[in-house]
């Protein structure tokens, strides 16, 4: 029903910024919130950002307030995860995730998935 497909990764320095695309295609029409998640080997996967994608209100985890900026762009049905100063902290997997409620913080509460783009942060 839904297809996410995620760009942007990559491997910077501390300090240094990505900007992570997760492009949505199929019934876009019936989403409500639009998140990014990680998950770094053997830890589980956290809350990072969300976006409700109708009324552009947005939710952060603290580890991220003030370094990360979510966006959407429901013209292109493209959100977008703006990564300022980046840490050796931020390194994982970093997934987009779709779902048709607001339930914006439990990643069981969204029914769609991207299959991940890798961001490393190392000196």
């Known amino acids: 029903q839904v297809q996410l497909v995620e760009s942007g990764g990559g491997v910077v320095q501390p300090g240094g910024s990505l900007r992570l695309s997760c492009l949505a295609s199929g019934r876009t029409f019936s989403l409500v919130a639009m998140g990014w998640f990680r998950q770094a080997p053997g830890l589980e996967r956290e809350f990072v950002s969300a976006?409700?994608?109708?009324?552009?209100?947005?939710y952060y985890a603290d580890s991220v307030k003030g370094r990360f900026t979510i966006s959407v762009d429901n013209a292109k049905d493209t959100v977008y995860l703006q990564m300022n100063s980046l840490k050796p902290e931020d390194t994982a997997t970093y997934y987009c995730?779709?779902?048709?409620?607001?339930?914006?913080?439990?990643?069981?509460?969204?029914?769609?998935w991207g299959q991940g783009t890798q961001v490393a942060v190392s000196s």
């Open positions: 976006i409700n994608r109708i009324y552009e209100s947005t």
């Open positions: 995730a779709a779902s048709r409620n607001g339930n914006y913080y439990s990643a069981p509460a969204y029914e769609y």
